[in-house]
């Protein structure tokens, strides 16, 4: 439905076919686009963003969530001040990130890794809340080592926890990068959008739309098919 | 089949001790408001292959000091000794445990759950199978070795968390109110079903509750504790023959029996 209307509604002039582009042309221009090297080059540019922000964001904040959560020390001190930061825009930062690291690839993952480390940070604290003291209780009977209270016991409850963290953390990652292109870059996805957008092509804004909203999508299933599998005992 | 035989050997040696002897043992925690006695002056000592229950209202500490018979927590002082050795770890090859319900591992099969003592210790996988197999059978839950806890009932869980405590064969098996959470039926098919695994067993079985009718029919010996600081404040002898039948509930003798234990809760409340 959706699809049909954005196909025939400029087609038919109900909506301006210069600001809304129907679909078949969007869908044209996507292909056209993909094979411009400007285009593949920006693609390699965002996809190296991404993954290493997303590599620097979730082992830092998984591990600061895991030490809040188990010692009391930690938890007593950083918990208060974790909630505060978390609460507070990542993006009016941006312009700090920008005098700190210029406009470069540092830049877009310095700060894509900051906006996301604090939604890791909490799941991964909520994920260790999750492991029930009776169930570490029942492996230590048993003679588990600490090694395999963690193994066994802690990584099993936590594992659905935090391939949900996984997918929600790269939703924040995504957009920190993008939020960092289109505010002030010379180089990826981002950038090209915001350029497309102020020079007024529609078919090309619109195909990078569909490009970045695959991508996301794409990530964002394969992680809840895995989630699915890992959690079949879940009632 | 040489080691089966020294087992046996072994088993009628215990046979002729405790397999579980605490003495003077007395626990205390800090609370918010300094130090709070729990456990005071306990000394008890239960023969291989008998059946004792403990009963005490909630808070008593009965709990905690099954949890110190199987190594889990320090008492402040005093000594428990179990087959002859004090029990400081936990140690699977001496006691099994059983915990109240919800237990089980739920990311776990049945047959994976009974299994998970012995993977603990990496037992070789065909054994683990075989074993845990057996224990399936033993509880009466042959078959459904293939399902998560969320798709068993609540007494069919408890016959997993059974199996489970009985898979590396520990002459001791500890039960912290196993049946607290089923329904009253369930309840009492459950604790016919443990005597029946108990005799078929030769286990030392040491349960707590506080159900005065399942501690009376399940029980050779009823010990009876008072509210924090616990202490044992009597020792019943239940005289009922074996094997116990539902019948025997409605009988003079388990009438005045439940009745002493009563009494001696009530008075020290």
Same mark, same amino acid.
């Given at each position: 439905m959706v699809l049909a209307a954005w196909e025939w509604l400029p087609r038919w002039a109900i909506v301006n076919a210069e600001l809304l582009p129907p679909l078949s042309d969007v869908l044209a221009m996507f292909f056209t686009i993909l094979g411009r090297s400007q285009v593949q080059e920006a693609i390699g540019v965002t996809t190296g963003e991404v993954v290493l922000a997303f590599m620097f964001a979730v082992p830092i904040g998984a591990g600061v969530g895991v030490l809040v959560a188990e010692s009391e020390y930690f938890g007593q001190i950083f918990r208060p001040m974790l909630f505060y930061v978390f609460s &507070?825009?990542? @993006? &009016? #930062?941006l312009p700090m990130f920008i005098l700190v690291f210029g406009i470069g690839f540092e830049q877009k993952v310095a700060y894509a890794a900051f906006s996301t480390v604090f939604i890791v940070i909490m799941s991964a604290a909520a994920a260790v809340e999750s492991v029930k003291a009776d169930h570490v209780l029942v492996a230590r009977s048993y003679g588990a080592t600490r090694t395999q209270v963690l193994t066994r016991v802690y990584v099993p409850s936590m594992l659905p926890f935090l391939l949900e963290a996984l997918r929600i953390s790269m939703i924040f990652n995504f957009t920190g990068v993008m939020i960092a292109e289109m505010y002030? @870059? +010379? @180089?990826g996805i981002g950038q090209l959008i915001a350029s497309w957008g102020e020079n007024f092509q529609m078919p090309q804004l619109f195909a990078g739309v569909v490009l970045l909203a695959a991508a996301a999508i794409g990530f964002n299933e394969t992680v809840r098919w895995l989630e699915a599998r890992c959690s079949a005992w879940r009632t | 089949m040489q080691r089966v035989a020294n087992l046996s050997e072994l088993r009628a040696k215990e046979a002729q001790a405790a397999a579980i002897e605490v003495a003077e043992l007395s626990h205390v925690y800090l609370g918010r408001e300094g130090k709070v006695p729990a456990l005071e002056d306990i000394s008890l000592d239960v023969g291989a292959g008998r059946f004792v229950v403990i009963v005490g209202p @909630?808070?008593?500490?009965k709990t905690s000091l099954l949890m110190m018979m199987a190594g889990l927590r320090r008492p402040s002082s005093g000594t428990i000794l179990c087959a002859g050795r004090s029990i400081d770890v936990p140690d699977p090859d001496r006691v099994g445990v059983v915990f109240q319900e919800?237990?089980? $591992?739920?990311?776990?099969?049945a047959l994976e759950n009974i299994e998970f003592p012995l993977s603990i210790r990496r037992a070789p996988r065909l054994e683990r199978r075989r074993r845990a197999d057996a224990m399936l059978d033993l509880v009466g839950l042959? %078959? $459904? %070795? /293939? +399902? !998560?806890p969320h798709e068993l009932s609540g007494g069919m869980k408890q016959r997993v968390s059974i199996a489970r405590g009985l898979v590396q064969d520990p002459p001791v098996l500890l039960m912290d109110e =196993? #049946?607290? /959470?089923?329904d009253e039926q369930t309840r009492m098919t459950m604790g016919h079903e443990l005597l029946r695994i108990w005799s078929q067993t030769n286990k030392t079985v040491v349960f707590v509750t506080h159900s005065l009718t399942e501690a009376v029919y399940l029980a050779d010996e009823v010990l009876v504790m008072s509210p924090r =600081? %616990? +202490? &044992?404040i009597d020792r019943v002898e239940v005289t009922l023959p074996r094997? +116990?039948? !539902?019948? *025997? *509930? /409605?009988t003079d003798v388990f009438g005045r029996l439940r009745e002493r234990i009563w009494q001696k809760i009530r008075k020290v409340n």
């Amino acid at each position: 439905m959706v699809l049909a209307a954005w196909e025939w509604l400029p087609r038919w002039a109900i909506v301006n076919a210069e600001l809304l582009p129907p679909l078949s042309d969007v869908l044209a221009m996507f292909f056209t686009i993909l094979g411009r090297s400007q285009v593949q080059e920006a693609i390699g540019v965002t996809t190296g963003e991404v993954v290493l922000a997303f590599m620097f964001a979730v082992p830092i904040g998984a591990g600061v969530g895991v030490l809040v959560a188990e010692s009391e020390y930690f938890g007593q001190i950083f918990r208060p001040m974790l909630f505060y930061v978390f609460s &507070i825009p990542k @993006s &009016i #930062f941006l312009p700090m990130f920008i005098l700190v690291f210029g406009i470069g690839f540092e830049q877009k993952v310095a700060y894509a890794a900051f906006s996301t480390v604090f939604i890791v940070i909490m799941s991964a604290a909520a994920a260790v809340e999750s492991v029930k003291a009776d169930h570490v209780l029942v492996a230590r009977s048993y003679g588990a080592t600490r090694t395999q209270v963690l193994t066994r016991v802690y990584v099993p409850s936590m594992l659905p926890f935090l391939l949900e963290a996984l997918r929600i953390s790269m939703i924040f990652n995504f957009t920190g990068v993008m939020i960092a292109e289109m505010y002030a @870059s +010379r @180089s990826g996805i981002g950038q090209l959008i915001a350029s497309w957008g102020e020079n007024f092509q529609m078919p090309q804004l619109f195909a990078g739309v569909v490009l970045l909203a695959a991508a996301a999508i794409g990530f964002n299933e394969t992680v809840r098919w895995l989630e699915a599998r890992c959690s079949a005992w879940r009632t | 089949m040489q080691r089966v035989a020294n087992l046996s050997e072994l088993r009628a040696k215990e046979a002729q001790a405790a397999a579980i002897e605490v003495a003077e043992l007395s626990h205390v925690y800090l609370g918010r408001e300094g130090k709070v006695p729990a456990l005071e002056d306990i000394s008890l000592d239960v023969g291989a292959g008998r059946f004792v229950v403990i009963v005490g209202p @909630s808070g008593c500490g009965k709990t905690s000091l099954l949890m110190m018979m199987a190594g889990l927590r320090r008492p402040s002082s005093g000594t428990i000794l179990c087959a002859g050795r004090s029990i400081d770890v936990p140690d699977p090859d001496r006691v099994g445990v059983v915990f109240q319900e919800a237990s089980l $591992f739920p990311w776990l099969t049945a047959l994976e759950n009974i299994e998970f003592p012995l993977s603990i210790r990496r037992a070789p996988r065909l054994e683990r199978r075989r074993r845990a197999d057996a224990m399936l059978d033993l509880v009466g839950l042959p %078959g $459904f %070795g /293939a +399902r !998560y806890p969320h798709e068993l009932s609540g007494g069919m869980k408890q016959r997993v968390s059974i199996a489970r405590g009985l898979v590396q064969d520990p002459p001791v098996l500890l039960m912290d109110e =196993p #049946f607290a /959470a089923l329904d009253e039926q369930t309840r009492m098919t459950m604790g016919h079903e443990l005597l029946r695994i108990w005799s078929q067993t030769n286990k030392t079985v040491v349960f707590v509750t506080h159900s005065l009718t399942e501690a009376v029919y399940l029980a050779d010996e009823v010990l009876v504790m008072s509210p924090r =600081p %616990g +202490r &044992i404040i009597d020792r019943v002898e239940v005289t009922l023959p074996r094997p +116990r039948t !539902y019948e *025997m *509930m /409605a009988t003079d003798v388990f009438g005045r029996l439940r009745e002493r234990i009563w009494q001696k809760i009530r008075k020290v409340n």
